[in-house]
C-alpha cells in the first residue's frame, strides 16, 4: 500500500509518501501565508524524488482540520483533484489526532491557537481512546481540560506560549497515522469538505 499524505493546516506543510509502513519520501517545510506557491510542487518533489508517478500511489490521506481556514482549503483541493483524475480513494484525518497519535503518553492533550483567547482542542489517552472529543472553545474551558489531566502532555503543530497555555511542538509520526487511519472509510472526492469546527470570522460576522 503506497499513501500519499499531505497536511497544509499549519505553517509547516508536511507531504509524505508511505510504503509498507515506511517513510519513503518526505518535505516538510514552514512556510506561513505560501501554501498555494508550494504545496502542489512539494507533492510533486516527493514522487520524482523516489522516481514514483502520481498514478503509482493507492490512496491519498490529507488533513481536513481544524487549523488555518486558508491552509485546510489548499490540502483538500489538491487531494480533491488528484483522488478525481487518478481515481484513488480519500481518506480525511484530524489534525488534532493526528497529534494525539503522535505522542506516546498516557494522557495528550493536542492543541491549536484559533487567536483571541480560543482554542481548537481535544483529550485523547494513549491508546486513541477519545476523552474529550475535538472541539473550539475559549481559553478557560482549555484550561479545565488542563488543571483536570495534570500529567497529560500538551502538544501542538507549533510552540505555545500563551500565558497559562503552553504547548510544545510535536513532529507527526506519520507511519503511525496511516496505520490508524487506513481503516477509516475513504470519502468521494466530491464529498470531501473541511473540518473547521468553527465558521470562519467573515462569517460569523455576517450571522
Same mark, same amino acid.
Given at each position: 500500500? !503506497?499513501?500519499?499524505?499531505i ?13 509498507? @509502513?515506511?517513510?519513503?519520501s518526505?518535505?516538510? /517545510?514552514? !512556510? ?6 508550494? #504545496? ?12 514514483m /508517478? ?18 485546510? *482549503?489548499?490540502?483538500?483541493?489538491? $487531494? ?6 487518478l481515481?484513488?480513494? !480519500? ?6 489526532? #493526528?497529534? #494525539? ?12 491557537? #484559533? ?17 474529550? /472529543?475535538?472541539?473550539?472553545?475559549? &481559553?478557560?474551558?482549555?484550561? &479545565?481540560?488542563?488543571? &483536570? ?17 503552553? $504547548? *510544545? ?7 503511525? !497515522?496511516?496505520?490508524?487511519? /487506513?481503516? @477509516? ?19 460569523? @460576522?455576517?450571522?
Amino acid at each position: 500500500m !503506497i499513501t500519499l499524505f499531505i497536511d497544509t493546516s499549519a505553517s509547516d506543510v508536511s507531504i509524505a509518501i508511505v510504503k509498507d @509502513e515506511k517513510v519513503i519520501s518526505k518535505i516538510v /517545510k514552514n !512556510i506561513p501565508n505560501q501554501h498555494s506557491v508550494y #504545496a502542489v510542487k512539494f507533492v510533486n518533489d516527493v514522487l520524482e524524488t523516489i522516481g514514483m /508517478k502520481p498514478n503509482d500511489i493507492d490512496n491519498i490521506m490529507v488533513v481536513n482540520g481544524p487549523g488555518s481556514f486558508t491552509g485546510i *482549503r489548499i490540502g483538500l483541493t489538491i $487531494a480533491k483533484i488528484y483522488g478525481y483524475l487518478l481515481k484513488k480513494d !480519500i481518506i480525511t484525518v484530524s489534525s488534532l489526532r #493526528a497529534m #494525539a497519535l503522535s505522542s506516546n503518553a498516557k494522557i495528550v492533550i493536542p492543541i491549536i491557537d #484559533a487567536h483571541h483567547d480560543n482554542y481548537y482542542y481535544g483529550v485523547y489517552d494513549m491508546f486513541d481512546n477519545i476523552i474529550l /472529543k475535538d472541539n473550539f472553545n475559549n &481559553k478557560e474551558e482549555l484550561l &479545565k481540560q488542563i488543571n &483536570k489531566y495534570e500529567d497529560a502532555d500538551i502538544i501542538s503543530n507549533e510552540i505555545i506560549d500563551n500565558g497559562d497555555i503552553k $504547548a *510544545r511542538k510535536i513532529d507527526y509520526d506519520i507511519v503511525n !497515522i496511516v496505520n490508524h487511519y /487506513k481503516y @477509516e472509510l475513504p470519502v468521494n472526492p466530491h464529498l470531501v469538505v473541511p473540518n473547521y469546527l468553527k465558521l470562519p470570522q467573515a462569517l460569523e @460576522e455576517n450571522k
